[in-house]
């Protein structure tokens, strides 16, 4: 075809033949809709979370009771399901409800950043609600950890600390130092420092890694010593995956003493155990300490966004991505700094401090402690430890395996391996199912219940979940084990 053109009266040529397009009709594919989705029955989405989904995970749902359950509303401490039970969550998202649910501060700065139509992507122009709330946690981190990468998931803040931490410490010095146990998330990078052979699978890892068990500074000091390759090491201060595991005052003092020494760059992962919950913004602080780059995820969206953020020492920064000619090699990704997101963690860490929240996961922290070990002293032979702080506590069942009746061992041989001399995930699907209280699991010990509560938690609701315990734990291991087996096989 020949393109016919004329010129207009700014002079720009226009095609005047060119052909009409008819408008194509795309075919609409089967759709659901927002209220078809609200609509969903137990059944429809379980088809669904098998043909779409993780087919495998509902197994696992369904040992625990939790693919009976629509949750319709949530509020404060309680999911509200399909039959208006209210569910006293002690699970807590993994930590990442220190607000509990919906808090209505959290709600309205949202509903107002909405209300006006604010931008949301931070690529081109720079972002008010960006740089707001980079400020934010520079003031709210001691020392010098000034400077902050914004992005979505506590994955993406580790993998922007592992990468920091490699280029500041130099091509010289490759090499991280991760404990046994430890989790930091399961993107290819912090895979390699996260230490579970289930997630590790049969991936293939970079070998520049030093393992030692958590809590041993003599194995660090050894691996300082003697591998001038150590360029960083990462720990999370308090291990959640691992099963609330901490190290005392001295091991993290002379932590700091040997990076100095050595010149190890320390990453401490507070993407669980931070904002807040331990009863200090960071968990390091209990020990007067500072690292050289922190992580925050989970609560840091106050429930309600994907927000994480790596904050490192401003000189890290700078020997780093300093320059115009290294700014760019890892800059926020497309939603790092997103805008609504942001909003609500800013308005989330100014509700955390005007709350008064961290003094409160505190106290009644104590207090749950408290009635914990209470606890314990009266089950001896089923509570085997109560450990934690604040809103992030373990308790560690004894491995009954062996002193389960004779009779009973087949049956419950016949089980998942994951619940193999494991009373927590009895405990748990009992306490769901009877008394209307939801516990987390940690990965790497089958015998630990995890207790990660909104940092709003009240003696009230501390008291009915232990009092619910105590009801449960009384009926004796055997009856628990037995109702629950009873409950599979129905
Ligand atoms: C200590 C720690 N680091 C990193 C992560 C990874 O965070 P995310 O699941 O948001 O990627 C988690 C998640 O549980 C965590 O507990």
């Known amino acids: 075809m020949t393109v016919v053109t004329k010129t207009d009266t700014t002079g720009a040529r226009l095609v005047t033949n060119a052909p009409e397009l008819a408008p194509r009709t795309i075919a609409r594919p089967d759709l659901l809709t927002l209220d078809q989705a609200k609509a969903l029955s137990v059944d429809q989405m379980t088809e669904l979370f098998k043909a779409h989904l993780n087919p495998g995970q509902l197994h696992f749902m369904k040992l625990l009771g939790f693919h009976k359950v629509k949750i319709e509303r949530a509020e404060g401490m309680y999911y509200i399901d399909q039959n208006g039970r209210r569910i006293l969550d002690f699970f807590g998202g993994f930590g990442s409800l220190a607000f509990g649910h919906n808090h209505p501060r959290i709600l309205e700065a949202r509903k107002t950043f909405q209300d006006e139509k604010r931008q949301e992507i931070a690529i081109a122009f720079m972002s008010q609600y960006a740089t707001a709330l980079a400020a934010n946690l520079a003031a709210c981190s001691p020392g010098d950890l000034d400077m902050v990468f914004l992005g979505s998931s506590g994955s993406e803040a580790m993998e922007s600390a592992v990468k920091l931490a490699e280029r500041a410490a130099g091509p010289k010095r490759p090499k991280i130092v991760y404990a046994e146990n430890s989790f930091h998330g399961k993107t290819k990078g912090v895979l390699t420092i996260t230490d579970g052979n289930l997630?590790?699978?049969?991936?293939?890892?970079?070998?520049?890694?030093?393992?030692?068990?958590?809590?041993?500074?003599?194995a660090i000091e050894q691996a300082f010593r003697t591998d001038p390759e150590i360029g960083t090491i990462v720990l999370e201060t308090v291990q959640g995956g691992g099963g609330i595991n901490e190290a005392p005052r001295e091991f993290w003092?002379?932590?700091?003493?040997?990076?100095?020494?050595?010149?190890?760059?320390w990453v401490a992962d507070e993407v669980q155990c931070g904002f807040g919950r331990t009863g200090r913004f960071y968990a390091f602080e209990h020990y007067d300490v500072v690292p050289d780059i922190t992580a925050l995820a989970k609560s840091l969206g106050a429930g309600k966004a994907a927000m994480a953020a790596m904050i490192a020492?401003?000189?890290?920064?700078?020997?780093?991505?300093?320059?115009?000619k290294t700014a760019m090699i890892h800059a926020m990704a497309t939603f790092g700094g997103i805008g609504e997101a942001c909003a609500t963690a800013i308005e989330g860490i100014n509700t955390l401090y005007d709350e008064g929240l961290m003094e409160n996961a505190e106290s009644t922290g104590?207090?749950?402690?408290?009635?914990?070990?209470?606890?314990?002293?009266?089950?001896?032979?089923?509570?085997?430890?109560?450990?934690?702080r604040g809103c992030m506590m373990g308790l560690e069942f004894q491995d009954f395996s062996q002193t389960l009746p004779a009779v009973m061992r087949p049956v419950v041989g016949m089980l998942d391996d994951k619940l193999k001399g494991s009373l927590s995930g009895f405990v748990g699907a009992l306490l769901l199912r009877d008394y209307d209280v939801l516990v987390a699991f940690t990965e790497y010990n089958r015998n630990v219940v995890r207790l990660l509560p909104p940092l709003i938690m009240q003696r009230e609701h501390v008291d009915k979940l232990v009092d619910s315990l105590d009801d449960l734990l009384g009926r004796g291991v055997v009856a628990i084990v037995k109702d629950f087996v009873k409950s599979q096989v129905k």
């Not at 997630?199 to 003599?218: C, H, K, M, Q, S």
């Not at 020492?313 to 115009?324: L, Q, T």
Request: charged share 30%; proline share 4%; hydrophobic share 35%.
């Open 366 to 388: 104590a207090y749950l402690l408290q009635r914990l070990q209470a606890l314990k002293e009266k089950y001896p032979r089923i509570i085997k430890d109560v450990r934690g």
């Open 253 to 265: 003092q002379k932590l700091r003493q040997l990076c100095d020494q050595y010149g190890v760059i």
């Open 313 to 324: 020492k401003r000189d890290i920064y700078m020997k780093a991505y300093g320059s115009p």
């Open 199 to 218: 997630y590790r699978a049969e991936f293939r890892l970079t070998d520049n890694t030093v393992r030692v068990p958590f809590g041993d500074i003599d």
